[in-house]
């Protein structure tokens, strides 16, 4: 079936480190995207990519970066620099920008720093 | 500035019930895209509904209804006979088509609904 794959479904992160969430999809998508959940709120966009080799800057980067080597996989580093990364990531698609159009998302990843 | 407000932070109906969702937008233009998803248990946002701008009319899906209302920048939905199934956080979401290279869609804060038994 065609969707969206995050793993994985909970981490757990201790204070200092880097820990990458895995996005991928199998919808033959341009656009990926990277958004933050917080209790209460809604989604927050962190990065997002139109094409291959090219990512923009979201709302709230700080502290995240991503890479976009292949069109099915869009991983998301949180690093150190992220002072409150207990949250819940959800990582979409769309086969446009989705200003325009919906997007399909994967069932997200729960990262709690112990 | 791009804004859009979901008063209702938990509704809960017996099932059966009517109910509706309401959902307020700010924005500068006059063409953009309104959407509803609905995020059950299992975490994943599904695609509800998407409108744009210059479409007024109201829609129905099956127990779904959407009242779009440029005069009050509303856009409420009504889940009729309400199941249990339809227990979730539905969010409403706006995004604006001026910017030719900045993809943003912004979502409002969610609505939690509760539909007992």
């Known amino acids: 079936d065609g969707g969206i794959t995050q793993s994985p479904k909970y981490l757990f992160r201790k204070e200092g480190q880097n820990v990458t969430l895995s996005c991928e999809q199998n919808l033959n998508h341009d656009a990926m995207y990277w958004y933050r959940q917080d209790p209460g709120q809604g989604l927050r966009l962190i990065y997002y990519s139109q094409i291959v080799n090219d990512f923009q800057k979201g709302d709230i980067a700080e502290g995240y970066s991503v890479s976009r080597e292949k069109k099915e996989s869009f991983p998301l580093t949180v690093t150190s620099a992220q002072k409150n990364p207990t949250a819940f990531y959800l990582c979409?698609?769309?086969?446009?920008?989705?200003?325009?159009?919906?997007?399909?998302f994967g069932q997200g990843t729960r990262l709690t720093v112990v | 500035a791009q804004k859009v407000t979901q008063a209702q932070t938990e509704i809960s109906v017996v099932e059966k019930e009517d109910v509706t969702l309401d959902c307020v937008y700010e924005?500068?233009?006059?063409?953009?895209?309104l959407f509803w998803y609905k995020q059950p248990p299992s975490g994943e946002l599904v695609f509800l509904i998407r409108r744009n701008s210059f479409d007024e009319q109201n829609e129905i899906s099956g127990r779904y209804s959407w009242n779009f209302q440029k005069s009050t920048s509303s856009f409420n939905f009504t889940i009729t006979a309400s199941q249990v199934v339809d227990s979730a956080v539905y969010f409403c979401?706006?995004?604006?088509?001026?910017?030719?290279?900045?993809?943003?869609?912004?979502f409002g804060p969610g609505t939690s609904l509760s539909v007992i038994p």
């Open positions: 979401a706006l995004s604006e088509t001026h910017s030719a290279s900045y993809d943003k869609v912004i």
């Open positions: 979409a698609s769309s086969i446009e920008p989705t200003r325009n159009t919906e997007a399909f």
């Open positions: 924005t500068r233009d006059t063409t953009y895209y």
